[in-house]
């Protein structure tokens, strides 16, 4: 068995070792807000330069397809023009009347 004056420190030693535990997770839960607040903004800045990254690539390829099409000669395809024969009628008239 312990002494009186035994129990009695080891009493207010627990005590003192109980408010020292408070106080550290008092201090710990003080802390989270802030560290959870820079993890935030930490991945949102993360994901503003994932976004820009892809922007700046999409931009550099339309600038790249941009500039191959300015350089490639400009081909115009001729479609095959049907002209009927009444339209044919009317264009000859329209010559003739135009001598």
Avoid: C, H
Wanted: hydrophobic share 35%; no cysteine; net charge neutral.
């Amino acid at each position: 068995m312990e002494t009186p004056e035994s129990a009695d420190k080891l009493r207010s030693q627990l005590a003192t070792l109980q408010q020292n535990l408070g106080n550290l997770k008092l201090g710990a839960i003080e802390k989270q807000a802030p560290l959870r607040t820079a993890i935030k903004e930490s991945e949102k800045r993360t994901l503003e330069m994932d976004n820009y990254e892809q922007n700046v690539k999409s931009l550099q390829k339309w600038i790249t397809d941009t500039k191959n099409q300015a350089q490639s000669p400009l081909v115009i395809e001729q479609a095959p023009s049907i002209v009927t024969p009444l339209q044919k009628q009317e264009l000859q008239q329209v010559l003739f009347m135009s001598l």
